[in-house]
């Protein structure tokens, strides 16, 4: 299983995470336990990826310099992207209405939930944390094609009806969550969400799942659930396909998909949650 980018849903949730907040300089105090977190995870996670991610992802990692044995500081992390694509993060609660996601992102600003998950929820947790949202998908935002069609997605569904917003979820999901690129190199990994979770990151690209040649379409049409290993990727011929995508009429698409309608999901319906 693997964090969700739960900011996609719904925000009534109950979450027992509290964002820790920066004093008047910025600066988050993180406690050691936070600190000791974040170290397994980033030594968990850099032997993992190893021959599996994009070089695009490796290139942005070493911008960022993330450090192996703290929390980073978001303004260490903000002087990169500026430089790099001109994005920078916000600190967000843990959860965030869909306005707020939408309009952080149409201002190039990443959203990033300022809590790291306790040690007992290491390998899965609902809500997207720190180490999903810095580790997962901030050296992605170093890359220009992907931080241009990240911006449009969020312009995009700004301006959305509730309805468009569901189907504009899925192509995230399918994306910027849970991607896969095709390279010179072999098969890799782009997603965030396959990104930050050990076990995402050996499914994905094992035999397990179904692997398709990504049509925008397709992607909008396809359900997903976040509490699962995922079924179904989405292949890039590669990242300048995002920044293709990002000049074509993407409503367009979705008004399309709403028209033909979802497939058939490749999963058991979630357990449905009984009242307390």
Not at 32 to 42: F, G
Not at 204 to 224: G, I, N
Request: net charge negative.
């Amino acid at each position: 299983m693997t964090s969700s980018n739960a900011h996609l849903s719904d925000v009534a949730s109950k979450t027992g995470y509290r964002a820790r907040l920066p004093d008047e300089s910025g600066h988050i105090a993180w406690s050691e336990q936070d600190n000791a977190t974040w170290q397994t995870l980033m030594q968990r996670q850099l032997g993992m990826i190893e021959g599996r991610v994009c070089q695009e992802y490796l290139d942005g990692l070493e911008r960022l310099a993330l450090p192996e044995d703290r929390v980073p500081q978001l303004a260490d992390i903000d002087r990169v992207l500026k430089a790099s694509t001109g994005w920078e993060t916000a600190q967000v609660p843990a959860l965030i209405p869909f306005d707020t996601f939408f309009a952080l992102l149409a201002s190039q600003r990443f959203p990033v939930a300022t809590f790291i998950r306790t040690p007992e929820e290491l390998d899965y947790l609902k809500e997207p944390d720190i180490f999903h949202e810095i580790f997962g998908h901030c050296p992605m935002l170093t890359n220009p094609a992907f931080a241009e069609f990240t911006a449009t997605y969020g312009r995009l569904g700004l301006a959305a009806s509730p309805k468009e917003r569901v189907y504009l979820a899925r192509l995230y999901w399918m994306t910027v969550e849970f991607g896969l690129v095709d390279t010179p190199a072999g098969r890799r990994i782009y997603g965030g969400g396959i990104i930050s979770s050990p076990k995402e990151t050996l499914h994905a690209l094992s035999d397990a799942p179904v692997h398709e040649p990504f049509d925008p379409v397709e992607a909008l049409r396809t359900p997903y659930r976040i509490d699962i290993l995922q079924p179904l990727y989405y292949v890039l011929d590669d990242l300048k396909t995002l920044h293709d995508l990002s000049q074509k009429d993407i409503m367009g698409m979705v008004q399309q998909a709403m028209a033909l309608g979802l497939h058939e999901p490749l999963f058991e319906p979630a357990p449905k949650r009984t009242k307390a």
